[in-house]
């Protein structure tokens, strides 16, 4: 298969959860299939994540370790990362979303197929009635809550909208509702698409399972791979 793209950038931001991100990161290890690098940033953790996070990158299962000596949020955190990002496409994800194998296959075929798409979500949040392509408008700005948990976004319109910023008055969150409103303004990338191909990232709760009881099966699938992927680690 010819693809547009041969590789992509993922960016992860975290701050002391470190539960969440070890299986975070392990999905993305385990699941990805095209060629990647990988960038995580601990917005001045305390809880053990920025010494599992190095003795990751020690074992090159990390290509980017950055840590803030001051928590300064999500959105300045994120802004942060992206700049050590080189893709076209890169992706952003929350450090409690659990990758399913063909994510990154299934984002590749929507911009194969679709020249104008600047955002695809993979994320369970922004499932729709029906699925498919959903442009960016009013409806999917309220309704969707934007998917901005697990997305691909392209570089170019990310430097054209000026990455991420807070509503006024909000100190933390919702930076993925301005980052939408914004590019529903944006004209220098024509006809510019919002595209949904949900269960690809599956949000965890609290005792780090998934949400969705009917992704037990895949979930299974994907910890056992997972657990190779840490033995052969472990192991070396």
Known sequence: MDNKIDNIDICVVTCNRLPYLQNCIWSILASTKINYKLFVLSDNSTDGTNEWLLDMKSHDKIDEVIINNKNIGSANSLNKIIGFSTSDWFVRTDDDIYFHRGWDVACINIINEFNDCGIISFYDSIINDKGGITPINDHVYHRMATGMGACMIKRELFDIIGGFKLPDNILMGLFGFVFCKAATRVNVIRKKQYITIPEYG???DKNLKLQQNYLFTEYVK?????????KAFRNQ
């Open 202 to 204: 599956v949000q965890m």
């Open 222 to 230: 994907m910890r056992r791979r997972e657990r190779t992927k840490h």
